[in-house]
């Protein structure tokens, strides 16, 4: 079936309802295009089950304390023991003396042959020399046993320390060996607990994309749905096939807004014109891609697309809406199990009440509207 009338008018609502029908196509395949970027997310998700595990906290430090250095008895470094060593050398001495004297006496004496008084001075020398000999010996003595007692009492308090230091080290590491134990043990409970929640998160995310996919199922009848009825609304015009685009209804629309176009023919004759310059591209694909490219010889269809996107953003977060309830619904938190049963009747029921399927139904309707003023 042709156009019935080729008059201006006539050719130009045509054209303006041609466009309707190819902007809703093109919402239609924008809303299953998001959507489906929603189904691979879910779907890497399910298939991103397998995480590195998490490592092992470090363990708790033990805050030893050293002990000091065991006192040791260096005779080299004591002043008693070097003042008793001078009395010693000094009594040595005097010993020596007593018995060089001792030797004068008896030569003096003739051997006690006389009185030990007529030796001389050599007898009061031999008392003095036996009571110096006498008082360093004992004299060393006294200063070694003061050292002795105050190495032993060094000894005792550094035993003392150790001892303390020693019970507070084995306390810090009691005391960590309990937090490594509890902190161990909080660690296993945390990472099974992850493990269950990384259970049902995915699937969870399983039964979104399942969701996902019921969803696009809707969207691609509604998209064949709408394809057949565009296809209608071609078969009254001449318009080539190569030419039925949602960007060309665009192009032949605006030739008629402007009055460069009487008719449909004139229109496809103004586009090929553009494309043989370069305002017009041979593809869709080559406007996705580079919009800026046609920006100023396109500016009504390059609009549309940033607002076709905005409405499919809308329509994914519905669509994101009826998954994430569904699968709340039909998964089991404590095993992630899924119940398929709750998946189809809980998608068939919230998706009938949803904006998306009211869009859906009224995208058609339009497009039936306009093949009924068509007759097609």
């Known amino acids: 079936m042709t156009i019935q009338r080729d008059d201006r008018e006539y050719s130009a609502s045509y054209a303006e309802d041609l466009l309707s029908a190819e902007k809703n196509l093109f919402l239609l395949r924008c809303i299953r295009n998001s ?12 298939l991103s089950s397998n995480e590195q595990p998490e490592e092992k906290p470090k363990p708790v430090e033990c805050k030893l304390k050293r002990v000091p250095e065991k006192p040791s ?18 009594s040595v001495i005097c010993c020596v003396l007593l018995f060089v004297d001792f030797i004068a006496v008896l030569i003096a004496t003739g051997f006690f042959s006389k009185a030990l008084a007529e030796s001389g001075v050599f007898g009061e020398l031999l008392t003095v020399f036996m009571v110096f000999t006498v008082s360093g010996v004992i004299g060393s003595v006294i ?9 032993k009492e060094e000894m005792k ?25 509890q902190q161990n043990k909080q660690f296993y409970k945390n990472a099974q607990l992850r493990k269950v929640e990384r259970m049902v998160d995915v699937f969870m995310a399983q039964a979104k994309a399942e969701v ?35 960007d060309v209804a665009f192009m032949l629309n605006s030739y008629f807004a402007d009055g460069s176009a009487k008719t449909v023919s004139d ?13 017009a591209a041979p593809r869709l694909s080559d406007i996705l891609d580079d919009k800026e490219k ?9 609009e549309y ?31 992630g199990a899924i119940n398929q049963g709750k998946v189809a009747n809980e998608f068939r029921r919230t998706y009938a009440e949803s904006k998306l399927s009211a869009l859906m139904d009224e995208i058609i309707e339009k497009n039936r509207a306009l093949t009924d003023k068509y007759n097609v």
């Open 35 to 46: 959507i489906q970027k929603k189904y691979d997310e879910s779907t890497d998700t399910a």
């Open 305 to 335: 697309i940033d607002f076709a996107g905005s409405e499919a953003a809308k329509a994914t977060e519905n669509a994101q809406y009826i998954a994430n309830d569904v699968a709340a619904k039909a998964v089991n938190k404590e095993t």
């Open 267 to 279: 229109a496809v004759k103004l586009y090929n014109s553009a494309l043989e310059n370069g305002s």
């Open 73 to 90: 008895q260096n005779n080299s470094k004591s002043k008693m023991i070097f003042f008793s060593n001078i009395l010693m050398q000094f």
């Open 212 to 246: 996902y996919e019921l969803e696009k199922a809707k969207i691609n009848t509604c998209i064949m749905t709408a394809e057949n009825q565009t296809d209608k609304l071609y078969s009254v015009s001449k318009i080539p096939h190569s030419l039925r685009r949602v």
């Open 294 to 302: 046609y920006a100023s010889t396109m500016p009504d269809f390059i």
């Open 157 to 181: 308090s550094w035993l003392a320390i150790k001892e303390q230091i020693e019970k507070y080290n084995l306390e810090e590491i009691k005391k960590s060996e309990e937090l490594n134990r």
């Open 143 to 151: 200063l070694r046993i003061i050292e002795s007692v105050r190495y």
